[in-house]
């Protein structure tokens, strides 16, 4: 093969090798308590959640943003066409169990009229070989409802948990990781889950992977 060839087929091989890497790269979400972005396709790996998680945002209708708040991470992501999405909690210094997770999940302040929920039985998932279990429900306390899914909190200040209004339909899962519960919610802020906007968050979730 003559030399300028050889340099040609090389500069191009190179080329493409680089167009290759650079569209399996990783990316990350936007920083900051709130701070929501627009997100383009592609797979994320965020880089404040611990434990190590990866997931693929399949279009371009999403906003995300990443933060570390009281020791909690966060990650949530909403569909711009709504009000709803998904997000998910970790407490990497926490040593609560998955099961006491779900116990409280269930349970705390459930029962009251002003901020209680109607929960369906918990039934056991997998995410990305992740097991745990997921339940459904609605808020039906007049105020709402905040999640508090983790330990070490006083006076019913949330753990970074978001607080649902009156009659908004959401879905709770959790799963042990490598002995660390991760906890999602899903909702649409409607009493019905909006089925596109609940399937593509379905979607995200079980297309993650844990590291």
């Given at each position: 093969m003559p030399v300028r060839r050889m340099v040609v087929v090389a500069s191009v091989l190179a080329v493409s090798g680089a167009a290759t890497a650079a569209a399996g790269a990783l990316l990350d979400l936007p920083t900051g308590f709130l701070k929501f972005?627009?997100?383009?396709?592609?797979?994320?790996q965020p880089s404040l959640f611990s434990p190590s998680a990866r997931f693929t945002v399949p279009d371009a209708r999403w906003r995300g943003?990443?933060?570390?708040?009281?020791?909690?991470?966060?990650?949530?992501l909403s569909?711009?066409?709504?009000?709803?999405?998904?997000?998910?909690?970790?407490?990497p210094g926490s040593s609560e169990s998955a099961a006491s997770t779900l116990h409280r999940l269930k349970t705390e302040r459930a029962d009251g009229?002003?901020?209680?929920?109607?929960?369906?039985?918990?039934?056991?998932?997998?995410?990305?070989?992740?097991?745990?279990?997921?339940?459904?429900?609605?808020?039906?306390?007049?105020?709402?409802?905040?999640?508090?899914?983790?330990?070490?909190?006083?006076?019913?200040?949330?753990?970074?948990?978001d607080r649902l209004a009156r009659n908004t339909a959401f879905r709770i899962?959790?799963?042990?990781?490598?002995?660390?519960?991760?906890?999602?919610?899903?909702?649409?802020?409607?009493?019905?889950?909006?089925?596109?906007?609940?399937?593509?968050?379905?979607k995200m979730i079980h297309s993650l992977r844990f590291g």
């Open positions: 972005a627009p997100l383009k396709p592609g797979v994320y943003a990443q933060w570390i708040k009281d020791g909690h991470d966060v990650v949530v569909w711009k066409a709504h009000q709803g999405g998904w997000e998910m909690h970790s407490t009229t002003n901020v209680g929920i109607d929960t369906t039985p918990a039934v056991p998932i997998t995410i990305g070989g992740a097991h745990g279990w997921q339940f459904d429900g609605t808020v039906i306390g007049k105020y709402g409802h905040t999640w508090v899914p983790f330990e070490g909190v006083s006076g019913g200040k949330p753990d970074n948990g899962i959790l799963v042990d990781v490598h002995g660390k519960v991760v906890f999602f919610e899903i909702d649409t802020g409607l009493l019905k889950q909006e089925p596109v906007v609940f399937a593509a968050s379905m």
